[in-house]
């Protein structure tokens, strides 16, 4: 297997657990909070499908699909069209309402899509290249597509664990 394939693998298991994480849950059960300070099930998949379209747009050279496809205008967030989520505050956390799981769910099928589309045409030497000197050692691609991985991965796992939180209420 080929290191692209072990990421477009890797981007495809997210995939899978962004729609179990949401799937079938209300309004009101994705803008849960454990306390003032937590995050919500729809704040953390928001926040790390955000994480995954701005890295893999800004390696990719490409436009993120948040504006590209006009997904910024369907959450109707009161952030910045560049925000992310790093640095939200508890008032900016409980800001992100987002009125169905399809929304979350197609927005991060979207942004799976062309991510696995452009990683899956990586050639191994290409994940050498880096990508960011303002770190020591400077970061390359391989290396920062596996953060936004662990990023992606943690994020879910809290979604995952709010989500029975949630169902046991």
């Not at 297997?1 to 849950?25: N, T, W, Y």
């Not at 191994?124 to 290396?143: C, F, H, K």
């Not at 596996?146 to 989500?163: I, K, N, T």
Request: charge should be negative; glycine fraction near 10%; include cysteine.
């Amino acid at each position: 297997m080929k290191p692209a394939e072990v990421l477009c693998d890797a981007f495809g298991r997210i995939r899978e657990g962004v729609r179990s994480a949401v799937e079938g849950l209300s309004a009101e059960q994705l803008a849960y909070r454990a306390d003032e300070q937590a995050n919500s099930i729809g704040w953390l998949v928001w926040h790390l499908t955000r994480v995954q379209d701005d890295h893999v747009a800004a390696v990719a050279g490409t436009e993120q699909v948040w504006t590209a496809q006009g997904w910024v205008g369907r959450f109707g967030l009161p952030f910045d069209p560049g925000a992310i989520g790093y640095g939200h505050t508890s008032e900016e956390v409980a800001a992100v309402r987002v009125g169905s799981p399809e929304l979350l769910i197609d927005y991060h099928d979207a942004v799976a899509e062309h991510t696995v589309r452009w990683v899956g045409a990586l050639a191994d030497a290409d994940l050498d290249r880096v990508v960011d000197e303002a770190w020591s050692p400077p970061v390359t691609l391989g290396v920062r597509l596996v953060s936004v991985l662990c990023d992606d991965v943690a994020h879910l796992g809290q979604a995952e664990f709010l989500r029975g939180i949630v169902q046991r209420r």
